[in-house]
């Protein structure tokens, strides 16, 4: 389990928002079997995935980051729940790369270019989208980049993960400082000078730093106060239901090749790679499932119109 920190400078110019992820960046390699480039590259979605999550307001909502890159990771997608519960994937997880110029694993070069898109939930009747170039492909700058284009919110982002000689993650983790409306001119050149501490923030998770004392060099010599601390996981929400659900998005003719030349079909979670199967019986049965449901919104909403 991991926790994220939430605190706000007491002249409340800005907010701070820490991670430790490196039990999400572990369960994904778990999960996705991921080479040190592509775990470096998705722990880092991940995380900054997890602290946006804890941004938005109300259960049920939800948030997707996916960077659209060129490279050869492909697609790399996280979703998070409200509470910073965090679930991801990268299209190609054994994509690997020659460390880069400065001996550093290649993210931006496996990112490639294209656009990062944002996807907020927030329970209205179409979702929130802004789409930003991705300007380097090391995440933590197209993040800060998206922030000020597409929130107009000035923003701090550090992200690392520190994968080790046996391709686990031995630390990962972030931090998101963003102004608020009117911050004032001392606590902005405070923090703008700070920032070069988080340069190399999985290396400070490495040596053992607690999320508070991540907060404290970031915020060092602002007064400052730590609002809560938030248990959070790598979590799939997935169920066999959802994914039935998924296969009546099909058309009929699709369905019934697939299950004449199959008999049954195998359907594996993109974010947790449970596998689900469903025979003719069981598409039938979920035909029969949501057309009940249908029918009873229809009278729901007829009811109420009247």
């Known amino acids: 389990m991991s926790e994220i920190l939430r605190g706000l400078t007491r002249d409340g110019s800005a907010s701070i928002l820490v991670i430790n992820s490196t039990d999400i960046v572990n369960e994904a390699i778990r999960i996705h079997k991921t080479s040190p480039t592509a775990t470096a590259a998705l722990g880092r979605v991940l995380t900054v995935t997890s602290l946006m999550g804890t941004t938005l ?82 995440i933590a700058e197209d993040i800060a980049v998206y922030y000020a284009e597409s929130e107009q919110i000035p923003t701090v982002c550090a992200l690392g993960v520190l994968v080790a000689p046996d391709g686990s993650c031995s630390a990962a983790g972030g931090v998101i400082i963003q102004l608020l409306p009117f911050a004032a001119e001392d606590t902005v050149l405070a923090i703008e ?31 400052y106060d730590v609002f809560d ?45 449970r596998e689900y199967s469903f025979d003719g019986a069981d598409i039938e049965k979920l035909r029969e499932e949501k057309k009940r449901e249908d029918e009873e919104k229809d009278s729901e909403k007829k009811s109420g119109d009247n």
């Open 229 to 273: 601390t938030i248990t959070v996981s790598y979590r799939c929400t997935c169920s066999r239901k959802r994914v039935g659900r998924a296969l009546l998005s099909l058309s009929p003719y699709e369905l019934f090749n697939i299950l004449a030349a199959e008999k049954v079909m195998k359907v594996n979670c993109q974010f947790c790679d």
């Open 57 to 138: 307001k109300d259960k049920g909502n939800s948030i997707s980051v996916n960077f659209r890159g060129d490279g050869a990771g492909g697609h790399i997608l996280a979703v998070s729940d409200y509470m910073g519960n965090v679930r991801g994937y990268i299209q190609n997880p054994s994509a690997d790369l020659p460390l880069n110029s400065r001996g550093k694993l290649d993210v931006g070069g496996l990112v490639g270019r294209g656009t990062l898109n944002v996807i907020k939930d927030i329970g209205e009747k179409e979702p929130y989208v802004g789409i930003t170039n991705i300007t380097s492909g090391e």
């Open 193 to 223: 000078k700070n920032a070069s501490e988080l340069s190399e923030i999985s290396r400070l998770f490495a040596q053992g730093l607690s999320d508070r004392q991540i907060a404290d060099k970031a915020l060092a010599g602002i007064d």
